[in-house]
């Protein structure tokens, strides 16, 4: 099992930046894949990133491709969502979430229902 904590959030003037983290406890983060996804007021939850398990491959949905970065750091059990060029319309609480992968596996998913594990979510607002 994998418990997930963001940071990092808070308020932030457009084209300005942020750098969320996501913390995972256990000893097989690597195990996972791992995704940030966004729900903004009165919207359904969006797909933000995703990463590999091994930090190889990544997937952005089109919005935030050359603005945002996925990473991990698989020693420090963390991943990252570098966030630059920030608009009004990135403001939601972000989530990470975390997919289990078998041993010779491979996923990038996209979709919110195929993860196992989730965090409580950071606020970020982005102010016009």
């Known amino acids: 099992q994998v418990q997930l904590a963001e940071s990092g959030g808070g308020l932030v003037q457009a084209g300005g930046s942020l750098k969320l983290s996501c913390a995972a406890s256990?000893?097989?983060?690597?195990?996972?894949?791992m995704g940030w996804f966004r729900q903004a007021p009165g919207k359904e939850r969006e797909f933000v990133a995703v990463?590999?398990?091994?930090?190889?491959?990544?997937a952005y949905t089109d919005s935030v491709k050359d603005r945002f970065t996925i990473s991990r750091d698989n020693v420090k059990n963390t991943m990252y969502l570098q966030m630059n060029s920030l608009k009004p319309e990135d403001t939601a609480v972000y989530s990470c979430?975390?997919?289990?992968?078998?041993?010779?596996?491979?996923?990038?998913?996209?979709?919110?229902?195929?993860?196992?594990?989730w965090g409580q979510g950071t606020q970020v607002t982005v102010s016009s």
């Open positions: 256990g000893r097989t983060f690597s195990s996972y894949a």
């Open positions: 990463i590999s398990r091994s930090g190889g491959s990544t």
């Open positions: 979430a975390a997919k289990g992968v078998s041993r010779y596996g491979y996923t990038l998913p996209t979709v919110a229902t195929r993860y196992d594990y």
